[in-house]
């Protein structure tokens, strides 16, 4: 079945752990700034090979021009974007007065099902709490099942039992201390739930109810069944608070190309009517001057499509992951524990 640390994230993405931790864990600022260095380093890097007279190319074919002029088009298209993305956040917050009281009597309704099902007075408002004591209750189940079944059952299904209770418990522990210094706003909290692997907890759970259910006792049975339960509402949990981190990174998202345009725009508009052939003479380092100018420009000017990219990549691999909600496993790699039972 596997330990609960197997189960996290980047456990079960195995070859892959690296490019997930860029593509999701890493920070959109250095992720954009890593592209735009390794852009500029390329550029520098043909400059330096000198597969031409580059003055005379920016002289002759007017190469600066064509380049920086068809910048401003995509740029512009940039800020229309934000106002796109502005119009799909806003979307999802207006609304008439009965939709929002539709809104919170289902929020509420929720909280009620989690503090009944998890035996709390009042769930946590902040979204790490919240699922911090829903992970917390889990355990606190995994621990009950350890309880009911050491006496009265046989070898195989104590076996079982134990081995599923032991790596959702040491699982659960490993998601909620993780959940202990996350705040919401950061991708900490997301990146700690999607650790959590209730799908497939879901699914080991069921299958030893219904592969051992005659011999389990009453208790070890009805403890089982309100593990899943414990575990089918963090589901839901997830997603709400997925659905929120989205719309958070889209406003993060608009700001950042707001922020990276104008400088984008002025960095155009100079090199189209101050920069040509005679700009800059000499060479840094055995490089070109104007190789270095232009391509530091260039680079300038690709940042809003870069920062856009960053956080498109977060939020595509996100949502890749949670396309599948309840005990839906999309990747074949995850039943491997399966076989273990």
Not at 1 to 13: F, Q, S, Y
Not at 316 to 334: C, Q
Request: one cysteine or more; a negative charge; glycine letters at 6%.
């Amino acid at each position: 079945m596997g330990n609960g640390a197997d189960d996290t994230l980047l456990e079960r993405a195995e070859g892959s752990a690296l490019r997930l931790w860029i593509l999701m864990r890493l920070d959109r600022r250095l992720l954009s700034a890593g592209i735009l260095a390794i852009v500029f380093a390329a550029l520098v890097g043909l400059g330096a090979a000198e597969f031409g007279p580059y003055r005379e190319l920016v002289e002759d074919a007017d190469a600066l021009q064509n380049i920086f002029s068809s910048m401003f088009g995509p740029i512009i298209t940039g800020v229309t974007l934000v106002a796109t993305i502005g119009q799909l956040v806003l979307s999802q917050e207006l609304g008439a007065v009965g939709d929002q009281t539709t809104r919170m009597d289902e929020s509420m309704e929720f909280r009620r099902n989690v503090e009944d099902e998890g035996g709390m007075a009042v769930s946590p408002p902040e979204p790490a709490a919240f699922l911090r004591e829903v992970v917390e209750s889990t355990e606190g189940r995994a621990e009950l099942l350890l309880e009911t079944i050491e006496e009265g059952h046989g070898e195989e299904v104590t076996e079982a039992v134990t081995e599923y209770a032991e790596s959702l418990d040491e699982h659960a522990e490993i998601v909620r201390e993780k959940l202990e210094d996350s705040q919401f706003g950061t991708f900490d909290v997301i990146w700690a739930a999607l650790d959590f692997n209730y799908s497939l907890k879901i699914f080991q759970a069921r299958e030893i109810r219904h592969d051992y259910e005659d011999e389990l006792s009453e208790e070890a049975y009805n403890t089982l069944g309100e593990t899943i339960e414990m575990l089918k509402l963090f589901g839901p949990a997830r997603e709400h608070f997925k659905t929120l981190f989205f719309q958070w990174e889209l406003i993060d998202l608009s700001r950042a190309l707001l922020y990276a345009s104008i400088p984008a725009l002025i960095v155009t508009a100079s090199m189209l009517m101050y920069v040509d052939a005679n700009t800059l003479p000499g060479a840094t380092m055995g490089i070109d001057n104007l190789v270095l100018l232009t391509s530091a420009a260039f680079c300038i000017t690709l940042a809003p499509f870069v920062i856009l990219m960053s956080y498109i990549f977060r939020i595509a691999t996100v949502a890749k992951r949670t396309l599948a909600m309840g005990p839906f496993i999309l990747r074949e790699s995850s039943r491997d524990a399966d076989s273990d039972l």
